[in-house]
Structures are given as structure tokens and as C-alpha cells.
């Protein structure tokens, strides 16, 4: 599934993994959480966040 990247402080809302902060279970796309849901860092709302780019590989640190 799409991962999302905040756009304020970079979060990267995980869909497997979901949001345990926020209540969020596992398995569920960046598209049904709730509208009241927010970033759990930062606090920003759905809208700023935007689909994570794929073409380039993932850096493990
Ligand atoms: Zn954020």
C-alpha cells in the first residue's frame, strides 16, 4: 500500500503499520483514516500530506 509523507516535519504514515498514537489500526489506507485525523508529530491535517515517492529506493539508516 502508498505510504504518505507529511509535508511539515516528514512523518511517513506507514498503511501496515497504521497509527497506534492515533488509534489507527494496522491496515488501513492513508484514504479511510478519518478526517480528524492528524499527523501525529506535527499535527498537521490529511491535506498536507502527499504520496510518497517510489521510483527511488528506500535508504535503511
Ligand atoms: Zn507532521
Not at 10 to 16: A, K, N, R
Not at 17 to 23: F, I, K, Q, S, Y
Amino acid at each position: 500500500m502508498e505510504k504518505f509523507v507529511c509535508g511539515i516535519c516528514g512523518y511517513v504514515y506507514d498503511p501496515e503499520a497504521g497509527d497506534p498514537v492515533g488509534g489507527i489500526e494496522p491496515g488501513t489506507p492513508f484514504r479511510d483514516l478519518p478526517f480528524s485525523w492528524v499527523c501525529p508529530v506535527c499535527g498537521a491535517s490529511k491535506d498536507m500530506f502527499s504520496p510518497q515517492a517510489t521510483d527511488t529506493p528506500q535508504l535503511m539508516f
